[in-house]
């Protein structure tokens, strides 16, 4: 059973960053995928951001490309989501998962395990 707890959410204007953190423990040496997704108020959880455990491979969310970059620390099984040029419509809650079999990376139902999210607002 993994254990997936997000940190680092907050309050910050239009145009500001802010670094998600996905601090990860159980099983981790089986996970084959994390990724990021996120939910506004009202709609349904999105995906926007996803990195292979093993290679490093990252995919995003065009709505979030050359914005946001995910990245993984091994050693501290950890993974981040960078968030720059934020702008208002990224808030949202924001949640760390984990896929234990590679697939699209972008689809909610490959992922077994889930944070508990963190909430990022943006004000503009």
């Known amino acids: 059973q993994m254990q997936l707890v997000e940190s680092g959410g907050g309050l910050v204007q239009a145009g500001g960053s802010l670094r998600l953190s996905c601090a990860a423990s159980g099983f981790t040496y089986n996970s084959a995928v994390m990724g990021w997704f996120r939910q506004a108020p009202g709609k349904e959880r999105e995906f926007v951001a996803a990195?292979?455990?093993?290679?490093?491979?990252?995919y995003y969310s065009d709505s979030v490309k050359g914005r946001f970059t995910i990245s993984r620390d091994v050693a501290k099984s950890t993974v981040y989501l960078q968030m720059n040029s934020l702008k208002p419509e990224d808030t949202a809650v924001y949640y760390c998962?984990?896929?234990?079999?590679?697939?699209?990376?972008?689809?909610?139902?490959?992922?077994?395990?889930w944070g508990q999210g963190t909430q990022v607002t943006v004000s503009s």
């Open positions: 998962a984990a896929a234990l079999s590679i697939g699209t990376q972008q689809l909610r139902e490959e992922y077994k395990y």
């Open positions: 990195i292979r455990w093993n290679s490093g491979s990252t």
